[in-house]
């Protein structure tokens, strides 16, 4: 079955760039997902790249999909103590895998 | 600007007490979702409905029931609640029918259920 996997914990000084890895076992997803969750909160959806492209741009949002690898990033340029969530990535079509998330702490 | 509205926020249940969870979506979406989320074990699909009318079980159902009661109606009910089922309960809607989301899930704010 489908399976997303994340590390746990990360890191990083205020200022810093992060990167939030993943990897995801199905080859046939059409779109993969970044979710954000602040505490006491839902998920947000933070971007989506179509799993045609490799890179996708947006603003301090950087992400990169390596289908070879199924491996897909999030970069967070210049993390901001305001980045401080859960990372959560998701795959799938019907319906979503999310991984178990990944947890920013950003250290000023 | 409501998007997907989960009532209650909070509630504290008895072992053995039954309650039903709601959700709302205004968005005119096809398909919603009932997700936990557990400490350590990231969210895990309960139920969800690809279309009105329709509802398949997801990674962990038992012990939940649920009701698609018209399209922007979801709900989720726990006939006999048990300390396990102390979780965060996140409802999500997708625009994509079959369960095919297009450009992601919305999803409510969370109910916090805690049963003693």
């Known amino acids: 079955g489908e399976d997303v996997e994340q590390s746990l914990f990360l890191s990083v000084r205020e200022g810093d760039s992060s990167v939030i890895n993943c990897t995801y076992t199905?080859?046939?997803?059409?779109?993969l997902y970044w979710y954000k969750q602040e505490p006491g909160a839902g998920l947000q959806l933070l971007t989506y790249i179509f799993s045609n492209m490799d890179m996708k741009q947006d603003q301090r949002l950087t992400v990169l999909l390596n289908k070879k690898d199924k491996h897909l990033s999030l970069r967070i340029a210049d993390t901001q103590t305001g980045d401080s969530a859960i990372y959560f990535c998701?795959?799938?079509?019907?319906?979503?895998?999310f991984g178990k998330g990944t947890r920013l702490s950003v250290i000023a | 600007n409501a998007g997907v509205t989960q009532t209650p926020k909070f509630q504290v249940l008895k072992t053995g007490q039954s309650m039903t969870l709601q959700c709302a979506q205004d968005?005119?979406?096809?398909?919603m979702y009932w997700y936990r989320q557990d400490p350590g074990m990231g969210l895990r699909l309960i139920y969800y409905?690809?279309?009105?009318?329709?509802?398949d079980k997801g990674e962990v159902p038992n012990g939940y029931n649920v009701s698609r009661l018209n399209k922007r109606e979801f709900s989720l009910r726990l006939e006999s609640a048990a300390p396990s089922q102390t979780s965060v309960y996140f409802c999500a809607s997708s625009e994509g029918a079959g369960g095919v989301p297009n450009y992601g899930y919305t999803f409510g704010s969370g109910t916090r259920l805690t049963v003693v």
């Open positions: 409905s690809a279309s009105e009318g329709t509802t």
């Open positions: 998701a795959e799938g079509a019907t319906p979503l895998v």
């Open positions: 199905d080859s046939s997803s059409t779109y």
């Open positions: 968005m005119n979406h096809n398909s």
